[in-house]
């Protein structure tokens, strides 16, 4: 990756003492530095209620990425984290107080006259109104001098009306150029990997066609259960936690049209397009709660809150119609993994069907996580004498390092930066994935219990047994290490 901008650049983070900060944001920031791609004349203004120094702000910065959490690699280079909290500055008061802002204009302009301005809001989506108005009362939306870019993540709304009146909202203080919605799965390089995969190889797109695919399952499995997130999740649920944002972008970048060109307009489009062929079939659909979930910490005693889904769709167009898809995913399941595959008819099943081994279909998986890769399952003879058969894979496996490295946040910070918006979500994008959950959502009547460490309720599989079908345990023959 080239230069970023070599104009003067300021990053605001709102909220840059909480916790999607400390995880996620400072540690991508800390590897921007490592990589030398961090933009020339950047500072970074930390933004919270609790009262800081400059210097306080940036100990504190020092002291999380020497002491990281789990995942961050160890250890850091000084040199690197001296360049980093070199660029920072904090600012300390309440959102809703205009002084904030006072203070936060006095610290832009003793940058630089002239600014480009990302304001990254790690902060709760009931502050957001507040923030946007503020900053434009404070003349701080302002483009004359510079550009003006916002970022949000998810919750992008709970349902099709509140993302859009949270649209609207955005939509009067900026336009869609300086909006980035930020689903971090999208700056995943093993979901980016799926366009690359699909459309600059000619060898498997031909077959994305419903003449030889019997179906495709998708699967979003954590082995563990809510840990200390259940006041924030008991109200949102796994459908809404996962299934909105995450399972839909698999499932849109793994079928969706090639796009005109790889611009983030094209791309968009097709996405789009593809979310509002995705026919959502409500009676299909199931609900589940781990045993044990109302028991966890900051649960409801009654909590009728899913930790597990499975539903079937399809997908209304020439290219895929009739095909079903199956999809489950949520927490305290058999396995962690997440992965698309796409289940080929068996063409040669005539052949084969009475030799030992039997006769697989053959499968093209995207494994997001863990096994990082792109495999295909095909038959093959098994060595020795005689006909027997076995299943092989060709893989393409991500070395862990090179995928730590290209952590998610800092792909989409770089894009940010660069203004680039392919991997991020639009304004009818996000409308389209919640009219399709709210469909879903709506058919909630029966929560089924499971046993945590199962792959959830027995509903579940007559859903899919119901058409001659069953899940696929996903394999852990492939990418291993
Ligand atoms: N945590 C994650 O991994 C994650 C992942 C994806 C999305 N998100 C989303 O990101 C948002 C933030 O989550 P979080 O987990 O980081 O929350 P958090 O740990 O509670 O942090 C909230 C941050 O906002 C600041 N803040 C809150 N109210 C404020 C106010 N009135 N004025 C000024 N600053 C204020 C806090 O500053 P003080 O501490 O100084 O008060 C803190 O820095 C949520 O919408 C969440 O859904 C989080």
Redesign the pocket.
Known sequence: MSTITSSAFSLVI????????Q??LLPALYHLSEEGLFPEHIQIIG????PMSHDAFQAYTRELLHHPQKRFIQPVKKTFVDKLVSTMRYVA????DPSLYTALHQELSSHTKCTNKLYYL????D?YQTIFEQLEQAGLNSQQCGWTRVVI???LGTDFETARALNKTLARYYQEDQIFRLDHYLGRETLQNILTFRFGNGLFEPLMHRNYIDHIQVTAAEDFGIGLRGG?YDHVGALKDIGQNHVLQMITLATMNPPTSFSNEAVTRRRIELLEELVPEPSSVVFGQYEGYVKESGIEAHSRTDTFFAFKTHINNDRFNKVPIYVRGGKSLARTVTEVAIVFTTAGKRLFDHVEGGVSPNMLIYRVQPNEGIVWRFVSKKPGPGLKLQDEYMQFCYKQDSLFHHDPYLTLLVDMFQGDQTFFIDAPEVEAQWKFIDNLTAAKHTLYSYKPGSWGPSAADKLIQADGRSWIEPSTDFCAR
């Open positions: 709102f909220g840059a003492t909480g916790n999607l900060a995880l996620k933004v919270g209620r609790k008061g309440d959102i809703h790690a902060t709760y989506p502050l993540e998810k919750p924030y």
